[in-house]
Structure formats: structure tokens, C-alpha cells
């Protein structure tokens, strides 16, 4: 089995800033593509970023200038630094890995439990 678990989220106004991290653990031989997305009340679920093994990232245009998605691939986690935020930003952030287990040869994705970002105005 495999765990992820998400901190760093919290209150913040509006042009602060906050560091999520998610940090998998568990059967793991290696993984994939790592992300992060997020779903605010009464919408649905969106990517927010994405970052493969190399490091090629992927942003929503919203948030493009304003995050950074980064990864440790020795401690299987992904971080996300959001700068300049916006009451939009509000949401539940949740991280999902692709990951490949011991003599399993395909990769499966895995949620965190999901963190709480608030912006106030």
C-alpha cells in the first residue's frame, strides 16, 4: 500500500504566501509523474501542476508566475510554492503520484487525504 501525506496548508491574506508538501510513502519502487490540484466548494476538481521523474512541469494558466512546483525524487515528495495568492486560490489542495510498485510494471495513482488553503481578501 501506499500513503500520501499533505501539510503546509492555512489562512493566509491575500498576496502572502504558502509551501504545501506531500510526502509518499509505503511499496514503492519509483514514481512517475507527481501533481497537485485542487477542488474549491461546489467545483469541481482541477490541476493546478504537474511534474514528471526529469522535472518538466506543468502549470494551469492561473496560477503560471505565481506557484512552483518542485520534487525530491530520494524522499518522494512533491512541494508546491504559492506566491501571490488570491482569495480565488482557496481550495482544497490535494497531491497525486503515479506510482510503480515492486513487480508491478505499470504505474498507479495515489491521493493525499487533501489540505485546506484559505486566502482572505
Known amino acids: 500500500q501506499v500513503h500520501l501525506v499533505e501539510s503546509g496548508g492555512g489562512l493566509v491574506q491575500s498576496g502572502g504566501s504558502l509551501r504545501l508538501s506531500c510526502a509518499a510513502s509505503?511499496?514503492?519502487?519509483?514514481?512517475?509523474?507527481m501533481g497537485w490540484y485542487r477542488q474549491a466548494p461546489g467545483k469541481q476538481r482541477e490541476l493546478v501542476a504537474t511534474?514528471?521523474?526529469?522535472?518538466?512541469?506543468n502549470y494551469v494558466d492561473s496560477v503560471k508566475g505565481r506557484f512552483t512546483i518542485s520534487r525530491d525524487n530520494a524522499k518522494n515528495t512533491v512541494y508546491l510554492q504559492m506566491n501571490s495568492l488570491k482569495p480565488e486560490d482557496t481550495a482544497v489542495y490535494y497531491c497525486?503520484?503515479?506510482?510503480?510498485?515492486?513487480?508491478?510494471?505499470?504505474?498507479?495513482?495515489?491521493w493525499g487525504q487533501g489540505t485546506q488553503v484559505t486566502v482572505s481578501s
Open positions: 497525486n503520484a503515479q506510482v510503480i510498485q515492486p513487480l508491478r510494471p505499470y504505474a498507479l495513482g495515489y
Open positions: 509505503g511499496s514503492i519502487f519509483s514514481i512517475n509523474d
Open positions: 511534474i514528471t521523474r526529469g522535472g518538466s512541469t
